[in-house]
């Protein structure tokens, strides 16, 4: 059952009087009377199903995957009919940086390990002033306390993140909020001074509104804007790690007594020396999640102490020059890098993909002198590989939407993954191309677009020079879905680097103006996701471009992928007002065009069902119903337009309709008023009075259902 925004809340006895259905100001349309009803909801191909016996010809339902036949067989036999490519992962990963208000949630949720490192009392200070320029190091946690500062002065609800401009001095605060900008950009800081940094102040003074810069250490900043730095230095370890601990046992994941054993440990010699080596909070708390894991299963303490090691650069170079040799040990590694996490057969599978590619490396074996040892035809097994490696199995896993069990592999050590995957792509020549050819002739695996996405971006995070983004192109023009997928959550990963940014969009632009449909697919993937709910307003943009394309067809994979999009931005509250206000620029667009065609498809189907239409991949599925409830003044506007609109006429009186025979909806919706609302913009609205006059003829006893005289 779709899912919407739940009702505004409102007592029994509540007048319905006090609704104010806002007047639209769209532009009058002739109504020609034409019946159209917009394009279907798309759904696997099926001219190529067997017709049923006659005597069944009119009990068989068509769904969007599969077909149900039912007749006097004791009950419903379901006929599955899947498409050969498997379910694509559909997850929408939250960003860690938003240009906007970040969700009360987030802030709590990233604020429920703090540790107030020793310079907060000099932070604190700085900020009364209304702008604070924190520096710090990578990974030091300086984001983290700039969301404290904040918090104590706005609420957890109260702050704003913004994207990094070239010049400071041409932003304009506008509500009363904590703003923060992550990771100023070089042209930013250097166009930074005296003047702007006061000017700015005295705008925030106006609002009561505060300012915090998290600024790299190693980017220079004029001299005169010294009096509002403060160098950041992190907590700690020890702190963040027993603070980490104690957050674990309050969310239930630690019992008192384990609490205790944890904190015990972690003031052993060993553990204290780790933190020694590795003084910064990710560290601290990879620490402090292997004491959870000790302390629950039982394992040694050694052990522990070695998986974390094991994730260290050091070790993972370490284990590479091992195994340069062996062909058979690095496309198992790549394997369990590249897809972490995935099932032991998806492993082995990508495994023997590569190995060949890597044998071919090091051309023809030598010919060697006097007898070879005898061969191990058997080979070594699979758990004896991972061990070689440093990995291992974690017990199978059975989740609700899986269809069978699955057995995750990984490295021992937390980071182990990401470092040998980044020293691979981008320190041995031809390697990035070997594991792209390996990943091209993979077949798809239910899953792999995310893990293969999100590690890929982490590298090219670290990647530098012009075929940074260019590597993905090959994928994101793919006529696969799972492979657009894949390049979205690279992007993903990416974007959340404040230096990549600019990269990123300038990318996303440039495909949005290409004349091929897959990649104008993979510009809206990528907005359904991080990009698009950190960036809301430049996702609607790039979502508005890769539709800006006169007289042609809104392909099924196009119209899909921006569906998925929209209702991405819709499961945010705060984006649901612009994205309304963007359907409706789209259905007074010229009947024929992109725009048009996908306001129809979105019209229709939150009139008759829901938006997007059931199995078509959404995060958020919204009903004609919902948006008169929790946006009455955009939807009244919207009910208006579409009626106007020839193609989507019949479908919005429809679900008018149906909002109308329903007593709940009826109630919620305030619906007598809608219907008021309606009658008093007819006359200038020619869809609007046909709807109206046709509703007034079919009525029995119009008065009674509270239409306006």
Not at 368 to 387: K, Q, T, Y
Request: with cysteine; proline share 7%; aromatic share 4%.
């Amino acid at each position: 059952m779709s899912t919407g925004a739940g009702p505004a809340p409102h007592s029994d006895d509540r007048d319905d009087g006090g609704r104010d259905y806002g007047g639209p100001d769209n532009s009058d349309r002739d109504y020609d009377g034409r019946d159209d009803r917009g394009p279907d909801d798309g759904g696997p191909d099926d001219s190529g199903r067997a017709e049923p016996e006659n005597s069944y010809r009119d009990n068989q339902q068509r769904l969007d995957q599969g077909m149900a036949v039912m007749g006097g067989i004791a009950g419903d036999v379901t006929v599955i009919n899947t498409p050969l490519d498997e379910t694509v992962t559909d997850r929408i990963i939250k960003p860690r940086l938003r240009e906007g208000p970040y969700p009360e949630g987030e802030v709590r949720d990233r604020l429920s390990g703090f540790v107030e490192p020793a310079s907060y009392v000099r932070s604190r200070k700085v900020l009364d002033s209304r702008i604070l320029v924190l520096r710090a190091g990578s990974g030091t946690g300086a984001g983290t306390t700039a969301f404290a500062l904040l918090e104590e002065r706005h609420g957890a609800g109260g702050i704003t993140g913004l994207d990094s401009p070239d010049d400071l001095a041409r932003w304009r605060p506008r509500e009363r909020c904590g703003y923060l900008l992550q990771g100023l950009s070089p042209a930013a800081a250097a166009a930074l001074g005296e003047v702007v940094l006061n000017g700015l102040a005295g705008l925030l003074e106006r609002l009561r509104a505060h300012l915090v810069i998290t600024v790299r250490v190693d980017t220079p900043l004029p001299a005169d804007t010294e009096p509002w730095q403060v160098v950041h230095h992190p907590p700690l370890p020890a702190e963040v790690a027993a603070k980490w601990l104690r957050s674990m046992a309050e969310a239930g994941k630690l019992t008192p007594e384990q609490e205790a054993e944890a904190l015990e440990h972690l003031t052993s010699a060993d553990f204290t020396g780790y933190l020694h080596a590795h003084p910064l909070p990710r560290d601290a708390v990879a620490a402090a999640e292997k004491l959870g894991e000790l302390v629950v299963s039982g394992r040694p303490t050694a052990t522990a102490l070695d998986e974390l090691q094991t994730g260290s650069p050091d070790s993972a170079r370490r284990a590479l020059a091992e195994s340069s040799h062996r062909a058979d040990s690095l496309s198992l590694m790549a394997a369990i890098s590249l897809l972490a996490g995935q099932d032991r057969t998806v492993i082995e599978e990508f495994s023997a993909i590569l190995r060949p590619r890597i044998d071919e490396r090091g051309g023809p074996a030598p010919a060697g002198e006097g007898a070879r040892p005898p061969r191990n035809v058997l080979g070594l097994s699979f758990e004896d590989r991972l061990e070689a490696v440093g990995a291992r199995l974690l017990p199978p896993l059975l989740g609700a939407a899986q269809r069978y069990p699955v057995q995750p592999v990984v490295f021992s050590g937390r980071h182990r993954s990401e470092v040998l995957l980044r020293f691979l792509w981008l320190e041995y020549e031809g390697m990035a191309g070997l594991l792209w050819k390996a990943l091209d002739d993979t077949p798809h695996r239910s899953g792999i677009e995310l893990a293969a996405g999100q590690a890929i971006g982490k590298v090219l995070a670290h990647a530098t020079g012009p075929n940074t983004l260019r590597q993905l192109a090959p994928f994101a023009a793919s006529d696969r879905r799972w492979r657009r997928r894949l390049v979205a959550y690279a992007l993903g990963e990416m974007v959340e680097r404040p230096d990549l940014t600019a990269a990123v969009r300038r990318q996303l632009r440039q495909w949005s103006r290409s004349e091929l449909v897959h990649l104008h697919c993979t510009v809206a993937e990528t907005c359904a996701g991080v990009y698009g709910l950190a960036r809301p307003a430049t996702a609607l943009a790039l979502l508005d471009a890769v539709l800006d394309k006169p007289g042609k067809e809104l392909e099924d994979g196009l119209r899909t992928a921006v569906s998925f999009a929209l209702s991405a931005l819709l499961s945010e509250t705060a984006n649901r007002l612009p994205v309304l206000e963007r359907l409706r620029e789209w259905q007074g667009a010229e009947p024929g065009t992109r725009r048009h065609r996908l306001a129809v498809h979105a019209v229709t189907s939150m009139s008759l069902t829901a938006f997007p239409p059931p199995g078509a991949p959404a995060e958020e599925r919204i009903r004609l119903s919902d948006l008169l409830v929790c946006h009455p003044e955009q939807a009244f506007g919207l009910v208006v337009a579409a009626l106007n609109d020839p193609a989507t006429h019949e479908a919005t009186a429809m679900g008018l309709s149906l909002i109308e025979n329903d007593p709940e909806l009826r109630q919620r919706t305030f619906f007598p008023h809608l219907l008021g609302a309606l009658s008093g913009v007819a006359r200038s609205h020619r869809g609007v009075l046909r709807f109206v006059l046709r509703r007034h003829r079919t009525r029995t006893s119009p008065s009674a259902e509270g239409l306006a005289s």
